[in-house]
């Protein structure tokens, strides 16, 4: 997987979310540290987990730091629940030792524990080494102090809430759908440019889109994660609603474009699945790329401009399918690309309708 520019990588580490949380995790884990010092009995000869509590307990959203938390603590009980069979019974030796780790790991891949799976052997190794004959205090001290710092992590989280990534991901929709235009346009141009066209930019980025559309998926995902719980989000119930019914219409889009790139560019490049592109096609089908992706540009599709903008691209696909029904009378064969491309671009104009439209306006 390639790593992403560092311009790109400075970019999302300085995100105002993520510079919150920073902050948020930094004044956790001096709040717990502090705290920790004045912890009663035995426990406080072990400050230094509670700091460790606040910090695994920290994270982008409300519902994922409960979670974090919880599962931290559950995964440090079951590690030290190990341990403490070997203390009761052999005690710890060069052979029992290496036996609990084992099992730890092997009581991690249930899926129990969530991202605590780790925790699970590690608290068994340290409870055995570094306890020792102590290991009744060193445990009680771990998960008290643990504890101390998680609760903290959730309190510190719960009273600076952080922002729901509704936002976020609504602006990565919109990025989504410029780049699905530009990717028309491109198609467009290389169709009409000099045979068989200079630039292949467009051909290699078909196969991300998919990708892309993988991460905006993520990406809401995370944004309704991000609103559960979160007591900057109630009474706002439904808002990513829109945009999920906005990226799924955007990635059966991305699939027709995908189509349409895919069977140009075996016709362009001679591939084995390539049908011949008919000399009158590229004016007509270059076009209709370029109208249809002006309709996918649209931010808002009830505007008037939007409706000429449609009602333009209509009349662009139905040339084309006239130039390709002529053409197909005429020579008396299939014009593949032109039926493929013209087909796609026929789904896309109904998929980037608004959604109170009649079905009149579909193209015919």
Same mark, same amino acid.
């Given at each position: 997987m390639r790593r992403p520019p560092l311009r790109s990588a400075l970019q999302a580490a300085t995100r105002p979310a993520r510079l919150l949380l920073v902050a948020k995790t930094a004044l956790a884990v001096g709040i717990a540290w502090f705290i920790a010092r004045y912890m009663p009995g035995v426990t406080d000869e072990y400050p230094y987990y509670a700091p460790l509590g606040a910090l695994v307990s920290m994270y982008p959203t409300l519902m994922g730091s409960v979670k974090s938390g919880l599962q931290t603590l559950l995964g440090l009980a079951a590690g030290i629940g190990l341990a403490s069979i070997i203390v009761l019974t052999v005690g710890p030796t060069w052979w029992s030792i290496p036996i609990v780790v084992g099992l730890g790991v092997l009581l991690s891949g249930t899926g129990w524990f969530g991202v605590g799976r780790e925790y699970v052997p590690m608290a068994a190794l340290?409870?055995?080494?570094?306890?020792?004959?102590?290991?009744?205090?060193?445990?009680?001290?771990?998960?008290?102090?643990?504890?101390?710092?998680?609760?903290?992590?959730?309190?510190?989280?719960?009273?600076?809430?952080?922002?729901?990534?509704?936002?976020?991901?609504?602006?990565?929709?919109?990025?989504?759908?410029?780049?699905?235009?530009?990717?028309?346009?491109?198609?467009?141009?290389?169709?009409?440019?000099?045979?068989?066209?200079?630039?292949?930019?467009?051909? &290699?980025? =078909?196969? @991300? *889109? !998919?990708? $892309?559309?993988?991460?905006?998926?993520? /990406?809401?995902?995370?944004?309704? #994660?991000?609103?559960?719980?979160?007591?900057?989000?109630?009474?706002r119930r439904g808002e990513t609603?829109?945009?999920?019914?906005?990226?799924?219409?955007?990635?059966?889009?991305?699939?027709?474009?995908? &189509?349409? =790139?895919? @069977? *140009? !560019?075996? $016709?362009?490049?001679?591939?084995?699945? /390539?049908?011949?592109?008919?000399? #009158?096609?590229?004016?007509?089908?270059?076009?209709?790329?370029?109208?249809?992706?002006?309709?996918?540009?649209?931010?808002?599709?009830?505007?008037?401009?939007?409706?000429?903008?449609?009602?333009?691209?209509?009349? =662009?696909?139905? *040339?084309?399918?006239?130039?390709?029904?002529?053409?197909?009378?005429?020579?008396?064969?299939?014009?593949g690309p032109g039926v493929l491309a013209a087909m796609h671009l026929r789904r896309i104009l109904i998929l980037s309708r608004p959604p109170a439209d009649a079905p009149s306006d579909e193209v015919r």
């Open positions: 340290f409870v055995l080494i570094i306890g020792g004959q102590n290991a009744d205090d060193y445990s009680l001290g771990y998960l008290t102090q643990m504890s101390v710092g998680v609760v903290v992590g959730l309190v510190v989280n719960l009273a600076i809430a952080p922002a729901p990534l509704t936002a976020e991901a609504t602006a990565s929709l919109r990025l989504f759908r410029e780049r699905l235009a530009t990717h028309l346009h491109d198609i467009g141009e290389a169709v009409s440019d000099s045979w068989p066209p200079e630039k292949e930019q467009w051909a &290699d980025d =078909a196969t @991300s *889109l !998919a990708e $892309t559309a993988r991460s905006l998926r993520f /990406a809401l995902v995370e944004a309704d #994660e991000s609103r559960r719980g979160n007591p900057r989000a109630w009474g609603d829109d945009a999920h019914r906005q990226l799924e219409a955007l990635e059966r889009i991305s699939q027709h474009i995908r &189509d349409i =790139a895919d @069977s *140009l !560019a075996d $016709t362009i490049w001679d591939r084995p699945a /390539a049908i011949e592109l008919d000399v #009158e096609l590229p004016a007509p089908l270059t076009a209709a790329c370029h109208a249809v992706a002006d309709v996918i540009a649209l931010e808002d599709p009830t505007s008037a401009e939007a409706h000429r903008i449609r009602g333009e691209a209509t009349r =662009a696909v139905r *040339l084309l399918l006239e130039t390709v029904d002529d053409r197909t009378i005429e020579l008396r064969q299939s014009i």
